[in-house]
């Protein structure tokens, strides 16, 4: 594997020509859109056999972005759990600090060799947002980022980042004025001229070919991954556990490993609980539907309006996923489990404390699986686990609501017991 992209050692050969995994993906856009979307498809499926376009990518994802980002065994944890030893992709050590920019190095590079003036990109938290308004700075693009006004207000310190970068920030003021609402007047927008300008999507959703394009420019993260891991324990994980929201990072991780019998996990979030309405457990409560023009698992009610979802990681706070999970948890590839917002904090915590690795709270949704499958298996089995961002962001955030410093077992009455006992060594 010279380039890392994976669509001609991909025997599952997906998607389909029309942009399916299984039945799920697809394409559900009005006309004027799909084609759009095929000169789009059409561009990429001629850019990426281009060996001077794939240079470039990896000229870039060398010495811009820092790969590759190492593998590393996390120890002191793993002793502390006492199963199985914990080995960590540091994608929180990519510029920006997490692997969202590998896909917009991809896209905004895809952008300038169609000759387009602008990129274009929804955001929640800001985290999509500030890697595009990166890449376009890199590369002399536009940028335009689409947010609702409700969480421009919540995340200042990514709506500055943006504009520092010279991007442009779309308020949006229509609905829930959050994330979905971004996503419809950013299409809409691009539908008014997608001549100069192109969407740059956030994660393996939408309608065909960003599920594959992204899903591409993410494998990169995988096979790394697995030549490292051979290098330095002469075989393959026994299990690997990614965090998902729309699902690229797990994509990512997961697209060199899908021929092999690895065990592959990946982990939702489970919010304030599965039996509460509040929580971002796509695939594991939802069910089939279309939004944002494409088919997979949804959270939706009777009508198939997208339900309001929650996660204490705003990137994880998505009422669907890629349509490629859809697929691999219909034919039993992947095991989808989830994790809770208290048993993320305490992966926060318990990966801070152990290793001194602050881990994003979307990340620590995967780290926190992780310590609980650990503890199923054996010492001398090994779990990969996608380490997809560093926590510098949430740092305030969980010193505010969970501050729970100095953890005192005995006192806590909410579920920070036993993790906690056992990096203690109690
Ligand atoms: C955005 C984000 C995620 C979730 O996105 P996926 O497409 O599911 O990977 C996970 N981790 C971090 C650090 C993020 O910024």
């Not at 740059?200 to 995988?222: A, E, K, L, T, Y």
């Not at 690895?262 to 039996?275: F, S, T």
Request: aromatic share 8%.
């Amino acid at each position: 594997m010279k380039n890392g992209i994976i669509k001609d050692i991909d025997t599952t050969n997906l998607p389909t020509q029309d942009g399916y995994f299984g039945e799920f993906g697809g394409s559900f856009i009005p006309p004027q859109l799909q084609a759009v979307m095929d000169e789009v498809t059409a561009e990429y499926e001629k850019i990426v056999k281009d060996p001077a376009f794939l240079e470039e990518l990896n000229d870039l994802l060398t010495h811009y972005v820092g790969r590759p980002s190492p593998v590393y065994h996390a120890k002191r944890l793993s002793d502390a759990i006492g199963g199985a030893q914990i080995y960590l992709k540091r994608e929180d050590l990519n510029h920006t600090g997490a692997h969202k920019i590998n896909h917009c190095i991809g896209e905004v590079l895809l952008a300038k060799k169609m000759g387009k003036k602008k990129v274009i990109a929804e955001t929640g938290a800001g985290q999509h947002g500030v890697a595009l308004a990166t890449a376009a700075a890199l590369m002399g693009l536009e940028c335009d980022i689409y947010m609702g006004a409700i969480d421009i207000r919540k995340e200042a310190p990514n709506v500055s980042r943006m504009k520092v970068l010279g991007a442009k920030v779309v308020e949006v003021t229509r609905g829930t004025q959050t994330l979905k609402d971004a996503v419809d007047a950013a299409f809409e927008a691009y539908l008014g001229d997608p001549i100069s300008q192109i969407y740059c999507i956030g994660s393996v959703v939408g309608p065909h070919p960003f599920p594959m394009m992204v899903r591409d420019f993410q494998s990169i993260v995988g096979f790394e991954a697995k030549k490292q891991f051979a290098s330095m324990t002469g075989k393959l994980p026994d299990s690997i556990v990614a965090c998902v929201g729309g699902g690229s990072n797990a994509m990512g991780i997961f697209s060199a490993f899908l021929q092999d019998s690895v065990p592959l996990y990946g982990v939702e979030p489970a919010g304030k609980g599965l039996d509460t309405p509040l929580n971002a457990a796509t695939l594991t409560k939802g069910s089939v539907g279309v939004l944002h023009g494409f088919k997979s698992y949804l959270l939706q009610d009777e009508k198939g309006e997208p339900l309001p979802v929650y996660s204490i990681a705003s990137g994880l706070d998505y009422p669907g996923v890629g349509p490629q999970h859809s697929y691999l948890k219909t034919i039993g590839r992947v095991n989808y489990k989830t994790a809770t917002d208290r048993e993320a904090v305490e992966a926060f915590y318990g990966l801070s404390r152990m290793e001194g690795i602050i881990p994003a709270l979307e990340s620590s949704h995967a780290v926190a699986y992780a310590i609980k499958l650990a503890q199923e298996l054996t010492k001398d089995q090994n779990i990969l686990v996608n380490l997809s961002g560093r926590g510098d962001k949430d740092i305030d955030f969980v010193m505010e609501n969970y501050p729970l410093v100095d953890y005192e077992p005995e006192a806590n009455e909410n579920g920070f017991d036993e993790f906690l006992a056992h990096i203690r060594g109690n």
